[in-house]
């Protein structure tokens, strides 16, 4: 097997895991989302100190977090990853799967726009009919729901400025993450205790089968993102780019057929919308 081929393997293979994460945090359900977020913090935090101890990278992680300049990078990285995480479990939890669908499927326009604005990349005529459309699609969901379509474009906006972040940040995906979970891990670890005295928290009310599923969330949270750190170095991101597109296709699924979240059909006209600007 070449390194394409088993490099478009493990990045599909990251990407579905993403996708159906959304199952795994269901199961999760009767806690507040911050709560989970802090318990993703710490756990997270704890498996990628074993990683890193095992790569052996803890001298080049440290001498990197010493720059002020990197770790300034390193906290508005993570302050959007926590942004991120906490927007989709919020949403999932609360029942807005094909939210956090719309979301990922705008996040690729939206990192089309930071390259327009923050490095003034001249777009072409297929990408300016994109913008267009995302803008309509915008209008047309913000109707159907009522609403403006919040959590999406949090989730869009989040993950596209971190990806943003990520190229000021001189460390491999792995120890990047590890530096950025390791910022976070006191503010969680607070808020945790703080919330440990509720009845309804984890530390109260959990279950033996939920603390399985709570422990777990550092591994869920590093695997695929090692996985797609692998697939990364090996495929063009002409490659990588598309693999992506299995996130929300899977959430929209899980959010319509497997959770029966309300589709009308002026919310499919919107959806459609997206999916043009992304065929553009």
Wanted: aromatic residues 12%; contains cysteine.
């Amino acid at each position: 097997m070449d390194s394409t081929t088993r490099g478009v393997r493990v990045g599909l293979l990251a990407y579905t895991i993403w996708g159906f994460l959304t199952v795994y945090w269901k199961q999760l359900d009767a806690f507040d989302a911050i709560e989970l977020i802090g318990w993703r913090i710490v756990c997270a935090s704890v498996f990628m100190m074993l990683v890193v101890t095992v790569r052996g990278a803890w001298p080049s992680l440290t001498a990197t977090m010493r720059d002020p300049g990197t770790l300034r990078w390193l906290l508005l990285a993570a302050v959007l990853l926590t942004s991120n995480w906490f927007s989709y479990v919020w949403a999932v939890v609360n029942d807005r799967v094909i939210e956090t669908a719309l979301g990922y499927f705008m996040a690729p326009l939206a990192t089309m726009a930071i390259g327009v604005v923050l490095f003034h990349e001249t777009p072409t005529r297929a990408q300016r009919f994109a913008f267009g459309c995302a803008a309509v699609a915008v209008v047309v969901l913000t109707v159907s729901y009522g609403r403006l379509p919040w959590v999406a474009l949090i989730l869009a906006g989040t993950w596209s400025f971190y990806g943003f972040t990520k190229r000021r940040v001189a460390l491999p995906a792995v120890e990047s993450l590890a530096g950025e979970t390791l910022i976070l891990v006191a503010p969680a670890t607070a808020l945790l205790v703080a919330l440990s005295s509720r009845p309804d928290s984890v530390v109260q009310s959990a279950t033996a089968t939920e603390w399985v599923f709570v422990l777990g969330t550092g591994v869920i949270t590093a695997v695929p993102l090692m996985l797609f750190a692998s697939a990364a170095t090996s495929i063009p991101f002409t490659l990588l780019g598309p693999l992506n597109l299995v996130v929300p296709v899977i959430n929209f699924g899980l959010g319509w057929v497997v959770y029966d979240e309300p589709m009308p059909l002026d919310r499919l006209v919107g959806f459609a919308f997206i999916w043009v600007a992304l065929a553009a």
